[in-house]
């Protein structure tokens, strides 16, 4: 039996099954799109000429239902992590993909599984900008960016930011696949701003888009305009600052040769 199930009423006609929980947690009314080991699954739907995206928490791992315990928090599944901080966004004016369906069921003590169902967000992806924009016009989006981020870090949301986490769309830059360890706002403190700028540094190389010294300089620019009410620091020291936290997070030895400029 769902602990929790929610969907939007404007949606019952397109899925008359919908109040039925086995109905997301089950089965498969769409094109599977990707299927993980530890039984997450990205499903694509399409209904009256629209898109949706499924996603499906699979077997999580204790320690991530008792890390939300020890914030007071009760202990939910993945998907409605995710649920909980795009509201936030949402709500605090972030442009952000819209959740119209969720919910959960539990399995066993402290265990659940849950769904997310989300309307597809028209636009072009910001890596597939990143990779056909030359030199300056990576610098100028990278810029964009920075600026998008470091509005983030100054309202509290500190959880990493790649390129593919990323939509352009009637001009603004909207967040999609939220990261959901800590789905809600820190306190500003230099140090994670540091930490989540360097997390998103890595996983951004690591999905296959090298960021070197010049957008990275671009990137920081933006970020220092809108960071600039909270941390007034000067672009060289901002640098050495980023630098440093990419070496700690990368490892001295893999910190790419450009970014070190």
């Known amino acids: ?127 597939e900008l990143f990779e056909h924009h030359n030199e300056p016009g990576k610098s100028a989006l990278m810029e964009r960016v920075g600026r998008l981020v470091g509005q983030l870090h100054s309202q509290g949301f500190f959880h990493p930011v790649r390129l593919k986490d990323l939509i352009s769309a009637d001009g603004q830059l909207v967040l999609i696949d939220r990261e959901t360890s800590k789905p809600w706002r820190s306190l500003f403190l230099k140090r994670h701003c540091l930490a989540s700028i360097a997390r998103s540094y890595r996983r951004t190389v690591r999905d296959g888009h090298p960021l070197d010294g010049r957008v990275m300089s671009a990137y920081l620019k933006g970020y220092r305009s809108a960071v600039s009410g909270r941390w007034p620091v000067d672009q060289t020291t901002l640098e050495k600052a980023v630098l440093e936290a990419v070496r700690k997070e990368m490892g001295a030895c893999k910190c790419p040769a450009d970014l070190k400029r």
Not at 7 to 32: H, M, N, S, V
Not at 108 to 117: A, K
């Open 1 to 127: 039996m769902a602990e929790l199930l929610y969907i939007d009423q404007k949606l019952c006609p397109l899925f008359p099954e919908g109040g039925r929980p086995d109905f997301w947690l089950d089965g498969c009314p769409g094109t599977i799109i990707s299927q993980e080991a530890d039984g997450r699954e990205l499903i694509r739907i399409e209904a009256d000429g629209q898109t949706f995206f499924l996603k499906r928490s699979g077997r999580e791992s204790l320690w991530r239902h008792l890390r939300m315990l020890s914030f007071c928090c009760r202990p939910v599944s993945g998907a409605l992590r995710e649920v909980r901080i795009l509201r936030l966004l949402r709500r605090a004016g972030f442009a952000a993909m819209e959740p119209v369906a969720w919910g959960q069921e539990k399995t066993g003590f402290l265990q659940v599984r849950g769904f997310l169902l989300t309307r597809r967000v028209r636009g072009c992806e910001v890596t």
